[in-house]
């Protein structure tokens, strides 16, 4: 196992101590529970948004939280679900008076411990809502999953509903917004490695040389078919030929865009799948109107990408270019 | 060989316009000879900045194109000088009419073209200053350099310098500033894993599963020694050290900071080595008083870290904070 790290025990922690020390400006870390909170949190009458999840999807979801995005980010162990008294104290941290929603990917320990929290929170007063994110396309269930895995729509709905409620919006339609970008967003994803969990030391999966597997979980976990590794045009398209056919996306529809790198791709492979991504959408009479490119819910150092599509409407893209503050986006988006 | 391209010969190209598809507000892309400038170069009465050098480091150059940072970027083929017909065509492009700072790297090659470009450019009028960024403190000559290598101190390099040229400096000023930044920034990089130059197919070199490389070049060369694999903390202090010692940085310093990812290393491991880096240089008596963690100067798929620190006064902060929208640098910085 090749990693910067020292002990494989305290990855989470040492890196999260890192995070705090580097961005004061924007967040807080706390630890023990552990969890990430704006610096000014929290915002008195602000609807507050808390996700969470395992470690090892950096920046997601700790590179998140700031103004106009997330309150909290709860980090579990790495590729492990946070448990429900982190969550339950970063909900009670960020909580400004005007409510909480959840933002959950579909996992199922991440699913059970943020109802666990939420039935805590609101036995002392809190409103909690959540979103469950289950975006993925490749398969119905998987290893860790009832239904259908959450992925790259989790960025999207954590920028979106960030902008929702930095402008004041009440819990109730800050969650509608949730649930329409959960609505309107598909993904998919494919490895060319495999990646290590510190703690187990040896690769989540074998893949040979002249292999890939599509439909990847940001876990490792299985997707829906390995195959010879074939060129990026020929991966782009098996990519969002399936995330199009999965809405529908339809001509004349709007789209955000996101090319998102696993962890271990440079960023001159995702822009040349970005490039075949626009030729492709092009082709079906989408507009990608706005995009990121780069690594934004990685799996630690597995090579790879995914692509999300988020059927934006006005409402949507109007939110979507609201300013944001975080430490895990770009200027440029 | 493992990546998402199509020909290898074509993934410079390939890329460059997926980049430029992907930010159109940003800069756009001219190809034959391939160069990347601001979306509203010229600016008129403005210093204008050139960067460039091989493909395979990015988002460097061509993400920091943008306002408050490049005008201008040459990229060669992957871990190949630009030509001077690139260079001196960017230079023309962006050239407003106040002369053109061509920030160039210490590699052979980079050098004797911007050299050959900037002579080109003299005769047609153009006033052009250089300034070689020579910051690796781990070999004195290498495989593709008599003396120092550049790396990253070439990244604060164009965001400060971007930023003296947006406030309207002249052209000697604004060289000075880049001298300054030069003299007083220090890098030094390790590799866990070689990379794989998509036109040779395989890696660059071979590297055991118990060793690494440290003070490896951007490119993969030699670095000075190659020895068992240590914690995170035994490697970001050798790293820190040989750079402290160098300059030398002294007690009272306030520095930038740069945890640069080679390209293949996550994110939650970079934050680990700043939280190591941040307790270094505070038992040094050295502040960190900005900083950047993430893959700013990558050699591909290369899995390791490089260290850079910067001494900065009132000035160079200043600069640093200005507002910049590059592609490649992140809102939080």
Excluded at 9 to 20: D, I, P, T
Excluded at 55 to 74: I, W
Excluded at 296 to 311: F, N, P, Q, W
Aim: glycine share 12%.
């Amino acid at each position: 196992m090749k990693k910067l790290i020292n002990d494989p025990q305290n990855v989470v922690v040492e890196s999260l101590a890192g995070l705090g020390s580097a961005h004061p400006d924007i967040l807080k870390v706390c630890f023990d529970p552990n969890y990430v909170i704006r610096a000014d949190a929290p915002v008195q009458g602000k609807v507050a948004l808390v996700s969470g999840g395992g470690s090892g999807h950096e920046p997601m979801h700790a590179g998140y939280v700031g103004k106009g995005m997330l309150d909290a980010a709860c980090p579990g162990q790495v590729f492990t679900s946070p448990t429900p008294d982190q969550i339950e104290a970063a909900t009670q941290a960020v909580h400004g008076g005007a409510g909480v929603l959840h933002i959950v990917k579909n996992y199922t320990g991440d699913v059970m411990n943020f109802e666990m929290a939420a039935e805590l929170c609101a036995v002392q007063g809190i409103e909690v809502q959540a979103v469950v994110i289950n975006d993925d396309v490749a398969v119905e269930d998987s290893l860790y999953t009832a239904g259908r895995r959450g992925v790259g729509t989790t960025v999207l709905a954590e920028k979106i509903c960030g902008a929702a409620a930095e402008r004041g919006y009440d819990l109730a339609r800050v969650t509608d917004i949730c649930r329409k970008v959960n609505a309107n967003g598909r993904s998919m994803g494919m490895a060319l490695t495999s990646c290590t969990v510190p703690a187990a030391g040896k690769p989540t999966f074998e893949l040979p040389d002249d292999q890939m597997e599509m439909g990847i979980g940001i876990h490792g976990e299985p997707g829906r078919a390995r195959m010879s590794l074939t060129p990026a045009r020929d991966i782009t398209t098996r990519l969002a030929e399936t995330v199009i056919a999965d809405l529908p996306f339809q001509r004349g529809d709007r789209v955000i865009a996101l090319v998102n790198g696993m962890g271990g791709t440079p960023l001159i492979e995702l822009y040349l799948v970005y490039n075949e991504l626009e030729q492709i959408c092009h082709g079906k009479g989408l507009t990608i109107a706005r995009r990121l490119v780069g690594n934004y819910i990685t799996s630690l150092e597995m090579a790879g990408c995914s692509i999300t599509l988020l059927k934006a409407d006005d409402e949507l893209l109007s939110l979507w270019d609201a300013p944001v503050f975080a430490a895990g986006l770009r200027w440029g988006m």
